[in-house]
């Protein structure tokens, strides 16, 4: 009758003190070292990237007489709007214009060709496509310096010189290429059983690649819209080499109307800086979730 009460004394008996300490250290939180140098690297980063832009702003409010001999990093005693009246009325809005139309008009059909090319080349099979394929990665090792001679040829040969659609052009083709191998990542890991499903369905390709293909890479699409933008945007070699009369002038080109001959007006000039940045700010701030998804997609796999 004594055998019982003895194993169940021995079942009930509190563990030993030694796993109870190792248990309880293990179940204990780790406390992270604070990476002092990495926080302290950050802050010099911060520093490096806010001061060029805090100079453009307090530079565009300083009058142009007292611009060199102030100290060029304090804010101006007496702030002035006046570098900004001046831009707005030096044909600002027909340089802003301009480079709108040519900005869409580059990165739409950028994106709408290149979002085709890149269903069929990820969807579809053949040597004609893997050659097709290999012509866009070519396009990637082709400098804009090194094929500005061709370009302008080949303008001037289609009486587009002078034109925008001779900066058009050339910016949809330069554009194509990396945005065709952003979108074949993005293309390649949507499930081919969605695509079953959809063909089973009665789907053709065409209702495929709008109505699945396009809601799945849309985050992709809006991030190399943004890149594109930005490299018609600010654009300088085109506008200076395919253009010449101040009617088709952009906005990177108008900067040097406040060039004199023997002065330069820096103040207006950054005034016309902070003028031509803003569409950009917006632009970012209207579709940055989309395009932090789109530079995040993957590193979750």
């Known amino acids: 009758m004594t055998m019982p009460s003895r194993v169940a004394d021995r079942d009930t008996a509190p563990p030993p003190q030694e796993n109870v300490r190792e248990t309880s250290a293990a179940a ?31 530079t565009s409010v300083k009058e142009q007489a007292g611009f060199f001999s102030a100290n060029a990093l304090l804010p101006p005693a007496d702030p002035t709007l006046a570098n900004y009246e001046l831009v707005l009325h030096n044909q600002f809005v027909r340089y802003f214009f301009n480079s709108v139309v040519i900005t869409i008009g580059s990165v739409i059909p950028a994106l709408l060709v290149s979002f085709m090319a890149s269903y069929a080349l990820v969807r579809g099979r053949g040597r004609f496509l893997s050659w097709t394929n ?4 070519l396009g990637l090792a082709l400098p804009i310096q090194a094929t500005i001679i061709p370009i302008y040829y080949m303008i001037t040969k289609m009486h587009l010189y002078d034109t925008l659609l001779a900066l058009i052009l050339p910016s949809i083709a330069f554009a194509i290429p990396i945005t065709v191998l952003i979108l074949n990542n993005f293309m390649r890991d949507i499930p081919r059983d969605l695509f079953e499903s959809m063909r089973l ?18 985050p992709a699409l809006v991030t190399v819209g943004i890149y594109n933008g930005l490299q018609v945007w ?33 103040p207006a000039i950054l005034a016309a800086v902070v003028l031509s940045t803003l569409p950009l700010l917006v632009l970012y701030i209207l579709g940055r979730r989309q395009m932090l998804s789109g530079l995040t997609a993957g590193f979750s796999k």
């Open 28 to 58: 204990a939180p780790t406390r992270r070292r604070r990476n002092i140098l990495g926080g302290l690297g950050g802050w010099v980063w911060l520093v490096v990237i806010i001061l060029p832009i805090y100079y453009v702003v307090i």
């Open 134 to 137: 290999s012509l866009f990665l």
């Open 201 to 218: 369905d009665g789907c053709s390709e065409w209702s495929m690649l709008w109505r699945l293909a396009l809601p799945m890479t849309r």
């Open 234 to 266: 600010n654009g300088f070699l085109f506008p200076l080499i395919l253009t010449q009369s101040p009617e088709v002038r952009v906005l990177p080109l108008s900067l040097w109307t406040y060039q004199g001959e023997f002065s330069v007006n820096i």
